[in-house]
């Protein structure tokens, strides 16, 4: 029987997950949310935030569902990353899943929600096994992150309202996983003008403390429409 003679009623019924790779920033460390999971088989082991998707929900709608579940947060940054098919993924059944990724605020979270959910943050450095494919999925957002930063200054979205350049940088070192040259980088970044210098000092590391900005909102977005290269 060809597949394009085949009508609905004989098809096989296959399952649709949503996986999501949340993303959060401590001031020092590029941190991922992961849970234990709470279904067999592998029930009990570590596991990206994720659920099945419900017949009344599109995927955007059910990985913003999950999300909002899991954090308490909702109108965060949420793009969809990859679709996840391969046929012996999921020991349990056959699962297509639609992985997203997501960045946000560390300190804005719901943090009994979290804990509610047996959530944790890790370090990007330190993430424990995981099950089924989404230690792929994570280097894959991973990747995603960095080139999307490249060109739309998406990092503002892991950062406090408040933050000192130094701040910003060890935020892009993070995710590019690498040492920055301090100068080129406030050089390169102020350039953009989306920056805004307060009155305001953080002195947690010095007397003198540094400068707090803030992101020019209007700026940012109009940057966010055309893109542009960030190249470090």
Request: glycine residues 4%.
């Amino acid at each position: 029987m060809k597949l394009l003679d085949s009508s609905y009623d004989v098809q096989q019924k296959i399952l649709v997950a949503v996986d999501c790779i949340i993303f959060g920033f401590d001031s020092n460390n590029l941190k991922l949310l992961l849970f234990k999971r709470k279904v067999a088989p592998l029930k009990g082991q570590w596991s990206l935030v994720g659920a099945f998707v419900k017949n009344d929900l599109s995927i955007n709608d059910a990985a913003k569902q999950i999300l909002f579940e899991s954090t308490g947060l909702k109108d965060i940054f949420l793009e969809e990353l990859k679709t996840y098919g391969d046929l012996n993924r999921d020991p349990g059944e056959r699962v297509i899943s639609i992985g997203h990724y997501s960045l946000i605020g560390i300190n804005d979270f719901d943090i009994e929600q979290v804990k509610e959910f047996d959530a944790e943050w890790f370090n990007i450095n330190e993430i424990p096994e995981l099950i089924l494919d989404h230690r792929n999925m994570v280097e894959d957002a991973i990747i995603e992150l960095r080139n999307k930063v490249r060109h739309q200054p998406i990092g503002f979205k892991l950062l406090p309202k408040y933050f000192t350049l130094p701040d910003l940088q060890t935020l892009y070192e993070c995710i590019y996983q690498r040492p920055l040259d301090s100068r080129n980088f406030r050089k390169k970044f102020l350039s953009l003008n989306i920056l805004i210098k307060t009155d305001k000092k953080d002195r947690t590391s010095s007397k003198k403390g540094a400068f707090l900005y803030r992101f020019d909102k209007e700026k940012f977005d109009d940057l966010i429409a055309k893109g542009y290269n960030f190249e470090i």
